[in-house]
Nanobody, 117 residues
Framework: QVQLVESGGGLVQPGGSLRLSCAASGSIFSANVMDWCRQAPGKQRELVARITSTGSTNYADSVKGRFTISRDNAKNMVYLQMNSLKPEDTAVYYC???????????WGQGTQVTVSS
């Protein structure tokens, strides 16, 4: 059974930075897609950033130029570096690892990010 555990969330002032980490335990092949998604109160969960097994990335327009997603296949880790944080970035951030080819889709429990002065 694969488990995903996020860490690195917290309270930060506007303009500050945080780095989120997601550790995958169990057997998980690197041929997958790793996403960071977020859900703010009263809003639907949205995709923030994606990285494929080959390292291709894409980002939501709202975070382009501020957030950077990366992965370490050897360690089964995915990261989200968040800079120039804004109050509207406040949400619970979730790690999602999936592979349509291999037929799995795993989610972490989420980590709270609060941007406030």
């Amino acid at each position: 059974q694969v488990q995903l555990v996020e860490s690195g969330g917290g309270l930060v002032q506007p303009g500050g930075s945080l780095r989120l980490s997601c550790a995958a335990s169990g057997s998980i092949f690197s041929a997958n897609v790793m996403d960071w998604c977020r859900q703010a109160p009263g809003k639907q969960r949205e995709l923030v950033a994606r990285i494929t097994s080959t390292g291709s990335t894409n980002y939501a327009d709202s975070v382009k130029g501020r957030f950077t997603i990366s992965r370490d296949n050897a360690k089964n880790m995915v990261y989200l570096q968040m800079n120039s944080l804004k109050p509207e970035d406040t949400a619970v951030y979730y790690c999602n690892v999936w592979s349509s080819f291999l037929g799995y889709d795993y989610w972490g429990q989420g980590t709270q990010v609060t941007v406030s002065s």
